[in-house]
């Protein structure tokens, strides 16, 4: 019971992390609050099942193509919607209330667009349900597919972020844009940058959330708050972070599940949540902000 | 000065187009049409359950009657002129929605929202108007006591106890013949109708001597049950009820899937009798038992369900969308019956009852439709109540899954 | 404070105001049922951005738990409406509010920025958790039904009221020790800290206030709905609605949410009346032209044409706000 609990809390915890992990390069390193994020991993959700009920296309295989096109998507709406934000805001808090109200519009732009194609109906397709023996539990393979992404993807950029050139300039620009700019960083560009790099993993998320996951026109707003709940938690544009937070509200919730009552693991991960919070404002590898 | 000639200019605005919506008015009487007014969550936590068992029905019904001729009042054809609103699934707006409705549009006649809570709060508003409220989304264990207090409305789906209690007692027969043990497996989603759902099943099972192994909730909006799951495969129960909604239905029989868990009655709440759900699962929806039902051998129900794929693109939904459906026609046999648009003689009319619909003869309110049905053969069946006519056998037990691709 | 009420600058905007609000009263003999529940919207937004910008506007910190503080009221109403008198409801209802502010009020308030605003959104969905499993596990009834005689207009002439209360109580805040402690801290704290005011409990102190109102205008909401469970009541949709709309009229004035709050309910309005099927996509465009086009909401608008002297006494309004400024 316990192992089974702790590995299907894994899955989820992967899952989290994976929706979250964009969403911390684009607030971390971009500085866009983005509200409209779920949406953008709802619109991959609809892709994959447009691909694979249509065309039947296998929705890993669509990745291929839905990473370069939702790269090039988030481009688009940095370059021509919030650039001019950025230039205008006086400052950091400026240009958080201001990236909130616009990437809130976005929200039900996007929201409605999809409306109006698919309705609100709730959409479900089968793909990669087997299950899988891990250590005697079984666990269906599409959650073990999203779980590895997820920790390529967070100890991968953790990597990239650290150890490169590239990586150590979007960490300069996440820590000091002002000064970054000082030490040749094109600073613009590496802000464009990961926000497309983040949109094109919120799309990676949500692609493989909807192997496993029934979805709706209006879902993307929960995708969004869970995913900024676990940002936080892990410390603002922190890869690595955002993994660990992901891992432990996923595997908190299996055991509440499993050892006390299901009907509380949303409010537990919440109670984790506010309790990292107030004990580490900043989040669990957060830098200390003044 | 800037913003007052602004403000001015929005509240022009808003004038304007009140004023523009009273001129659409006067135009339309002049040309005789039925106005039909409906708010409904086009958008919100609402949408996907009114996009699945109202909106098609409703758009679908005006689409035929004006497809032929209009309404018959008296010697004239009077065609339906649709007025709705997106309530976004919000009881605020809904209700400001049905005051705009009665007040602005000056409709005929109003079409319910979806779901119990939007229910609850336009139906003060409609019967304070005096229009007639065919609640067609809501289950609530005060039902009877809503249509008393509210002479004018019909609560079509019923109380959370008649859905529970016609299972539990489906479930006594075949734990008399020996079919199935004692213990009983629940779950049930924090959410009015599963609670209410869960109160009464709790208690007509232990009234049966069943023993209920497990019984917990789970959050509105959780999918991931896989531990709940689980931890009931090793209880030992033969029957497993899970009183959810669909996105939890699915993760549900899912993740049941997935570990195999194959009790000999799997009965999964709102959701199962949805197209969706043959759609996702194929073959192993085979032996699924779910609340509702259809008679597909019924030609009438079987037709309903031809013109729905016709014009909406895929099947009604099992349960709600038929009731719907039936007040629907109802409606329209009022309106003919009455053989006028006034709205106190349909009214009357629709108490009446006795209405020819997919339901046979009905009366908005009656509760003549399966309680339990069954995934058989790609048809969503009804078994319970076991003395209505048409009541199918109980697939038994449960086939196994035949698994995921 | 005597001497203070005395002066001639305090007795006219009171006295305009409440000419204005006596004058309002007569709305419901008027327009129709479907205004009045244009005109309830309107007072219930207003009251709840004003109140949101009480404690925010100052602070600068973006609260999304207008909704908590909403539904409790709402709650309240639902568990004792039948119970008890409609006032002494209504006063359980803001000692409810209070004790909750308190404790979430000496527990957050020192986090900063968007780790704040995280946090009420975190606090909305604990709560609305917490009252879902005590109704499943302990009352064991999921949604609650309020049968009580009160009327769409008692609704209005009670908001209205409340609505009054709260802009007197933000006019006399402005001109109080307490609220020009509360400008210091909003230009700096650390100078404030220097001042010797105890940062923490005058925020703790606004943010009590500012939850109290919140939480009355739920309780008076509460019986227009007929029945209430924890998603209508906790629905976040309303801290973001509110948010936007004092955003958009400028949180720092008294009268300034107001400026956002009349626009945009009117807005939201013509939209769901003329594009049920297009709302979500207009109500998008709409926003990100606000956003572009009026960079300090409508109250830099003003700010921005306000003529150097004085602005015209044509406006009652704006007459107000500026001397309240």
């Known amino acids: 019971m ?25 607030y971390g390193v971009s500085r866009i609050m983005n509200l409209a994020y779920g949406e953008l991993v709802i619109v991959a959700s609809f892709a994959a099942f447009v691909l694979m009920t249509s065309a039947g296309i296998n929705p890993v295989i669509g990745l291929l193509i839905f990473i370069p096109a939702s790269f090039a998507l988030n481009w688009a709406i940095y370059r021509i919607l919030l650039s001019p934000l950025v230039a205008r805001a006086k400052n950091r808090g400026m240009l958080e209330v201001d990236s909130i109200l616009a990437t809130f519009g976005l929200l039900f732009i996007v929201q409605g667009i999809l409306l109006v194609w698919f309705g609100g109906n709730y959409y479900s397709y089968d793909f990669m349900n087997g299950a899988v023996d891990v250590f005697g539990a079984a666990i269906a393979a599409n959650r073990l597919v999203a779980l590895g992404f997820a920790l390529v993807f967070g100890l991968g950029f953790y990597l990239v972020l650290t150890r490169t050139r590239m990586g150590t300039a979007l960490r300069a620009v996440a820590v000091d844009p002002q000064s970054a700019r000082l030490v040749a960083i094109d600073v613009n560009f590496a802000a464009c940058f990961a926000f497309a790099l983040g949109g094109a993993m919120a799309a990676v998320g949500g692609v493989l959330v909807s192997m496993f996951l029934t979805f709706s026109t209006s879902m993307g707003v929960a995708f969004t708050m869970k995913a900024l709940i676990v940002v936080i938690m892990g410390g603002v544009g922190n890869m690595l972070g955002a993994l660990v937070a992901g891992l432990i509200l996923g595997i908190a919730e299996a055991l509440v599940a499993t050892y006390i009552d299901p009907g509380l693991t949303i409010a537990v991960t919440y109670v984790i949540f506010l309790l990292v919070l107030l004990i580490k404002p900043s989040g669990l590898f957060g ?3 003044s | 000065m800037q913003i007052s000639s602004r403000l001015r200019l929005a509240t022009l605005a808003a004038a304007t187009t009140a004023l523009m919506s009273t001129a659409a008015l006067f135009g339309a009487q002049a040309q005789e049409t039925y106005r039909i007014g409906y708010a409904i969550s086009k958008t919100g936590p609402g949408a996907p359950g009114a996009n699945t068992s109202t909106i098609p029905n409703y758009e679908m019904w005006a689409k035929e009657i004006n497809d032929a001729g209009g309404l018959k009042v008296g010697d004239k054809m009077i065609p339906i002129e649709v007025v709705e609103y997106d309530d976004r699934s919000s009881s605020e707006e809904a209700v400001r929605a049905v005051e705009r409705l009665i007040n602005q549009d000056k409709v005929d006649f109003i079409l319910s929202p979806w779901g119990t809570g939007l229910n609850l709060a336009v139906a003060p508003i409609l019967d304070r108007a005096g229009y007639a409220h065919l609640a067609g989304t809501a289950v609530t264990d005060k039902a009877p006591q809503l249509a008393k207090r509210w002479t004018n409305s019909y609560w079509l789906l019923g109380t959370g106890e008649q859905y529970a209690v016609e299972m539990v007692k489906f479930l006594e027969q075949l734990k008399s013949d020996g079919k199935i043990n004692d213990k009983v497996a629940m779950i049930a989603v924090a959410d009015g109708f599963g609670i209410e759902l869960s109160n009464a099943g709790r208690d007509a099972l232990e009234e049966r001597g069943f023993e209920l192994v497990y019984d917990k909730t789970y959050p509105l909006g959780s999918q991931d049950l896989a531990t709940i799951v689980n931890e009931i495969k090793s209880l030992g129960a033969d029957t497993f009820v899970a009183f959810s909604y669909p996105p939890g239905t699915l993760g549900l029989t899912e993740q049941a899937r997935v570990l195999q868990f194959n009790p000999k009655i799997f009965y999964a709440g709102v959701g199962t009798a949805f197209p969706l759900y043959k759609d996702r699962f194929g073959a192993d929806a085979e032996g699924v038992v779910s609340l509702g039902g259809a008679s597909e051998t019924d030609p009438k129900i079987a037709s309903y369900i031809e013109r729905h794929v016709a014009f909406a693109g895929r099947e009604p939904d099992r349960w709600a969308s038929i009731v719907n459906w039936a007040s629907l026609q109802s409606l329209q046999q009022a309106i003919e019956r009455a053989g006028s648009t006034d709205r106190e003689a349909v009214n009357a009319e629709l108490a009446k009852g006795g209405f020819d619909t997919i339901l046979g003869t009905y009366k908005p309110g009656d509760q003549n439709f399966w309680q339990v049905g069954q995934w058989q053969d790609g048809k969503f069946v009804g078994i319970a109540p076991t003395d209505m006519e048409g009541a199918h056998d109980l697939v038994f037990p449960k086939p196994d899954w035949k698994g995921a691709q | 404070m005597i001497n203070c009420i005395l002066k001639p600058d305090f007795i006219k905007p009171v006295f305009l105001g409440a000419v204005i609000f006596a004058a309002l009263a007569f709305l419901p003999s008027l327009v129709d049922s479907y205004y009045m529940s244009l005109a309830i919207s309107i007072v219930s937004f207003a009251v709840l951005a004003t109140a949101w910008s009480m404690f925010s506007g100052p602070t600068r910190y973006i609260s999304l738990a207008t909704v908590v503080f909403f539904g409790i009221g709402a709650y309240t109403v639902a568990v004792l409406g039948e119970v008890l008198p409609f006032p002494v409801v209504l006063v359980c209802a803001a000692l409810a509010g209070t004790m909750l502010a308190l404790l979430v009020g000496f527990s957050t308030l020192r986090l900063a920025g968007v780790y704040f605003v995280i946090f009420t959104f975190g606090l909305t969905e604990l709560v609305r958790q917490v009252v879902s499993w005590y109704e499943v596990n302990v009352t064991r009834e999921m949604g609650r039904y309020i049968f009580l005689d009160i009327t769409q207009n008692d609704i209005y002439w009670q908001l209205l009221t409340l609505f009054a209360v709260l802009l007197l109580t ?156």
């Open chain 1, 287 to 289: 830098r200390t902000v």
């Open chain 3, 170 to 325: 933000g006019f006399i805040l402005g001109r109080s020790r307490l609220g020009f402690a509360l400008r210091i801290i909003g230009e700096d704290e650390t100078v404030a800290r220097h001042c010797g005011i105890n940062v923490t409990r005058v925020k703790v102190a606004l943010f009590v206030l500012s939850a109290v109102f919140m939480t009355l205008t739920g309780a008076i909401m509460a019986p227009r709905w007929t029945y209430i469970d924890p998603v209508i009541a906790f629905n976040p949709m309303l801290s973001f609605q509110v948010v936007i709309m004092a955003l958009l009229g400028g949180p720092r004035r008294l009268l300034g949410p107001l400026l956002g709050v009349i626009p945009l309910t009117l807005l939201f309005e013509v939209l769901t009346a003329n594009f049920p099927n297009h709302f979500s996509i207009m109500l998008g465009v709409t926003f990100m032209v606000i956003v572009y086009l009026l960079p300090g909401g409508v109250i830099g608008l003003y700010e921005k044409y306000r003529t150097p002297q004085k602005a015209s006494p044509s406006n009652g309004h704006s007459k107000t706000e500026e001397k309240t400024a």
């Open chain 1, 2 to 26: 316990l192992s089974y609990a702790v590995f299907s809390g894994i899955t989820l915890g992967g899952m989290y992390a994976l929706v979250a992990m964009g969403l911390t390069l684009q």
